[in-house]
C-alpha cells in the first residue's frame, strides 16, 4: 500500500512525496508549500482527482 510522506526541504518549505510498499517514490509535489496546512491541501487534491484523470500518450 502506497503512503504519502510530508516533510521540510532545506528551504524549510513543506512538500510531499508518495512512496509505494517496496520504497518507490511514485509521485511528489513538485514546489514546496509554506504551510504544513497547504501541503496537506495539496494532497487531498491529488487523492480527490487523481482517480478520474484521464491518460495523455503523446
Keep these: ?5 510530508v516533510f521540510q526541504d ?3 518549505e513543506w512538500r510531499w512525496r508518495l ?4 520504497g518507490n517514490i511514485i509521485a ?3 514546489e514546496g508549500y509554506r504551510s504544513k496546512q497547504g501541503v496537506l491541501r495539496g494532497i487531498e487534491s491529488v487523492k ?3 482517480p478520474e484523470a484521464d491518460i ?3
Design 10 to 12: 532545506k528551504r524549510s
Design 48 to 50: 480527490n482527482n487523481a
Design 28 to 30: 511528489d509535489s513538485g
Design 19 to 22: 512512496v509505494a510498499s517496496n
Design 56 to 58: 495523455h500518450v503523446e
Design 1 to 5: 500500500m502506497a503512503v504519502f510522506e
